[in-house]
């Protein structure tokens, strides 16, 4: 096996990264000079949900370790194709409230739309794995219905892009969705829901940074970075000119068991987040769905770990610990009482 040192995905644009990115285990296990002897079986989850993953994100895990946290996360195993009664494929129930194609409306005031089924990285704990995104891969002519939704609305007040991943489709196709959102007056704010800054940091250039901004909306991004390692000097770039254009910027986790399950490592993520600029908004409870069980944290342990991080980190570094329940008006916290 000859170890890949090769650095040349830096001199791509993020359109090359994204169509380069690693998609066959053997490529990815010659990359982190991992022995593809000791490989565990990955064939029957490979095919239910692929692999995807930029060298973006490969460069920032150890090489020649199982257990790094980011590989975790990406790498499919034959574990998850244990079945377990509770693990289901549409574990928040969302088809109940689909009312048009690529809309997802279950709270008050915010719409989530579906703005592209494709992500640039393959997380194994994603509650969406089992997304009929072929249903919900909207047309122009699908974004008309869900515009007309959110027009006919006058309650709603904030979209929510959501995937996929939202920045995945080229800046223009964003340009012209945000000015159509942005032409409806009762929306006052924009929140894209994305994990570009962490898996491609590429993605953000300044071009993109400026379709983002230049709008009469308020713009939210919340990134979902599940450990400190996530965050390299390419992703701290990003977020600068991100939070440079006065985007507002917050974290999503999701407590992963091995992964980030350890006070010490939900501390460091906090902090590494606040010199980037992000604040911690959820942690969230890993959702039911089937093929992630081996992931799940039960609550009790999600209780000691927060009561272990509060003693230690000021207020606004403490994420809210939240999970989803089917039919709920919002996240549900869990009490820590
Ligand atoms: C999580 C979620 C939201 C946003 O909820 P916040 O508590 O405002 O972050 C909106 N719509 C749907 C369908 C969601 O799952
Ligand atoms: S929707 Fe988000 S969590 Fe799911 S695979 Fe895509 S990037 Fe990962």
């Keep these: 096996m000859i170890p890949l040192k090769d650095t040349f995905w830096q001199a791509e644009s993020w359109q090359q990264q994204m169509s380069g990115m690693i998609r066959d285990p053997e ?33 920032k895990m150890a090489i020649g370790d199982w257990k790094d946290p980011l590989l975790l996360q990406i790498l499919p195993l034959g574990e998850e194709m244990a079945e377990h009664v509770d693990y289901v494929n549409d574990p928040l129930e969302e088809a109940a409230a689909n009312p048009v194609p690529g809309l997802i409306h279950k709270y008050h005031g915010r719409v989530l739309l579906i703005a592209s ?18 249903t919900n891969n909207p047309s122009q002519r699908d974004w008309q219905h869900a515009l007309e939704y959110i027009a006919e609305r006058p309650e709603i007040s904030e979209v929510i892009l959501s995937g996929g991943d939202p920045l995945s489709p080229p800046d223009e196709y964003l340009q012209k969705l945000i000015s159509k959102i942005a ?30 901004s230049h709008h ?25 000119r991100l939070k440079n254009a006065n985007i507002t910027l917050l974290n999503q986790s999701v407590l992963l068991k091995d992964i980030n399950n ?20 959820y942690l969230h ?12 944290v039960n609550e009790e342990e999600a209780l000691q770990l ?32």
Aim: charge should be positive.
């Design 285 to 296: 409870l890993l959702d039911k769905v089937r093929g992630a069980a081996h992931f799940r």
């Design 306 to 337: 927060m009561r272990a991080i509060m003693a230690e980190l000021p207020g606004y570094l403490v994420p809210k610990l939240v999970k989803e329940e089917p039919g709920a008006s919002s996240k549900s916290p869990l009490a820590l009482l």
């Design 216 to 240: 009469r909306l308020h713009t939210v991004m919340v990134i979902h970075c599940n450990h400190a390692n996530e965050i390299d000097s390419a992703t701290a770039e990003a977020l600068g």
């Design 117 to 134: 089924p494709t992500c640039a990285v393959h997380c194994r704990y994603c509650f969406r794995r089992n997304f009929p995104y072929d």
């Design 27 to 59: 490529r990815l296990l010659a990359r982190l000079q991992l022995d593809e002897e000791a490989q565990p079986e990955t064939a029957a989850a490979l095919k239910q949900f692929p692999l995807r993953v930029p060298e973006a994100f490969v460069a």
């Design 262 to 281: 350890e006070a010490d490592t939900l501390i460091n993520l906090s902090r590494r987040l606040f010199d980037v600029n992000v604040m911690p908004y």
């Design 183 to 212: 032409a409806i007056p009762h929306v006052d704010t924009l929140r894209i829901h994305t994990r570009l800054p962490l898996v491609l940091p590429a993605r953000i250039t300044q071009n993109l940074v400026h379709v983002l």
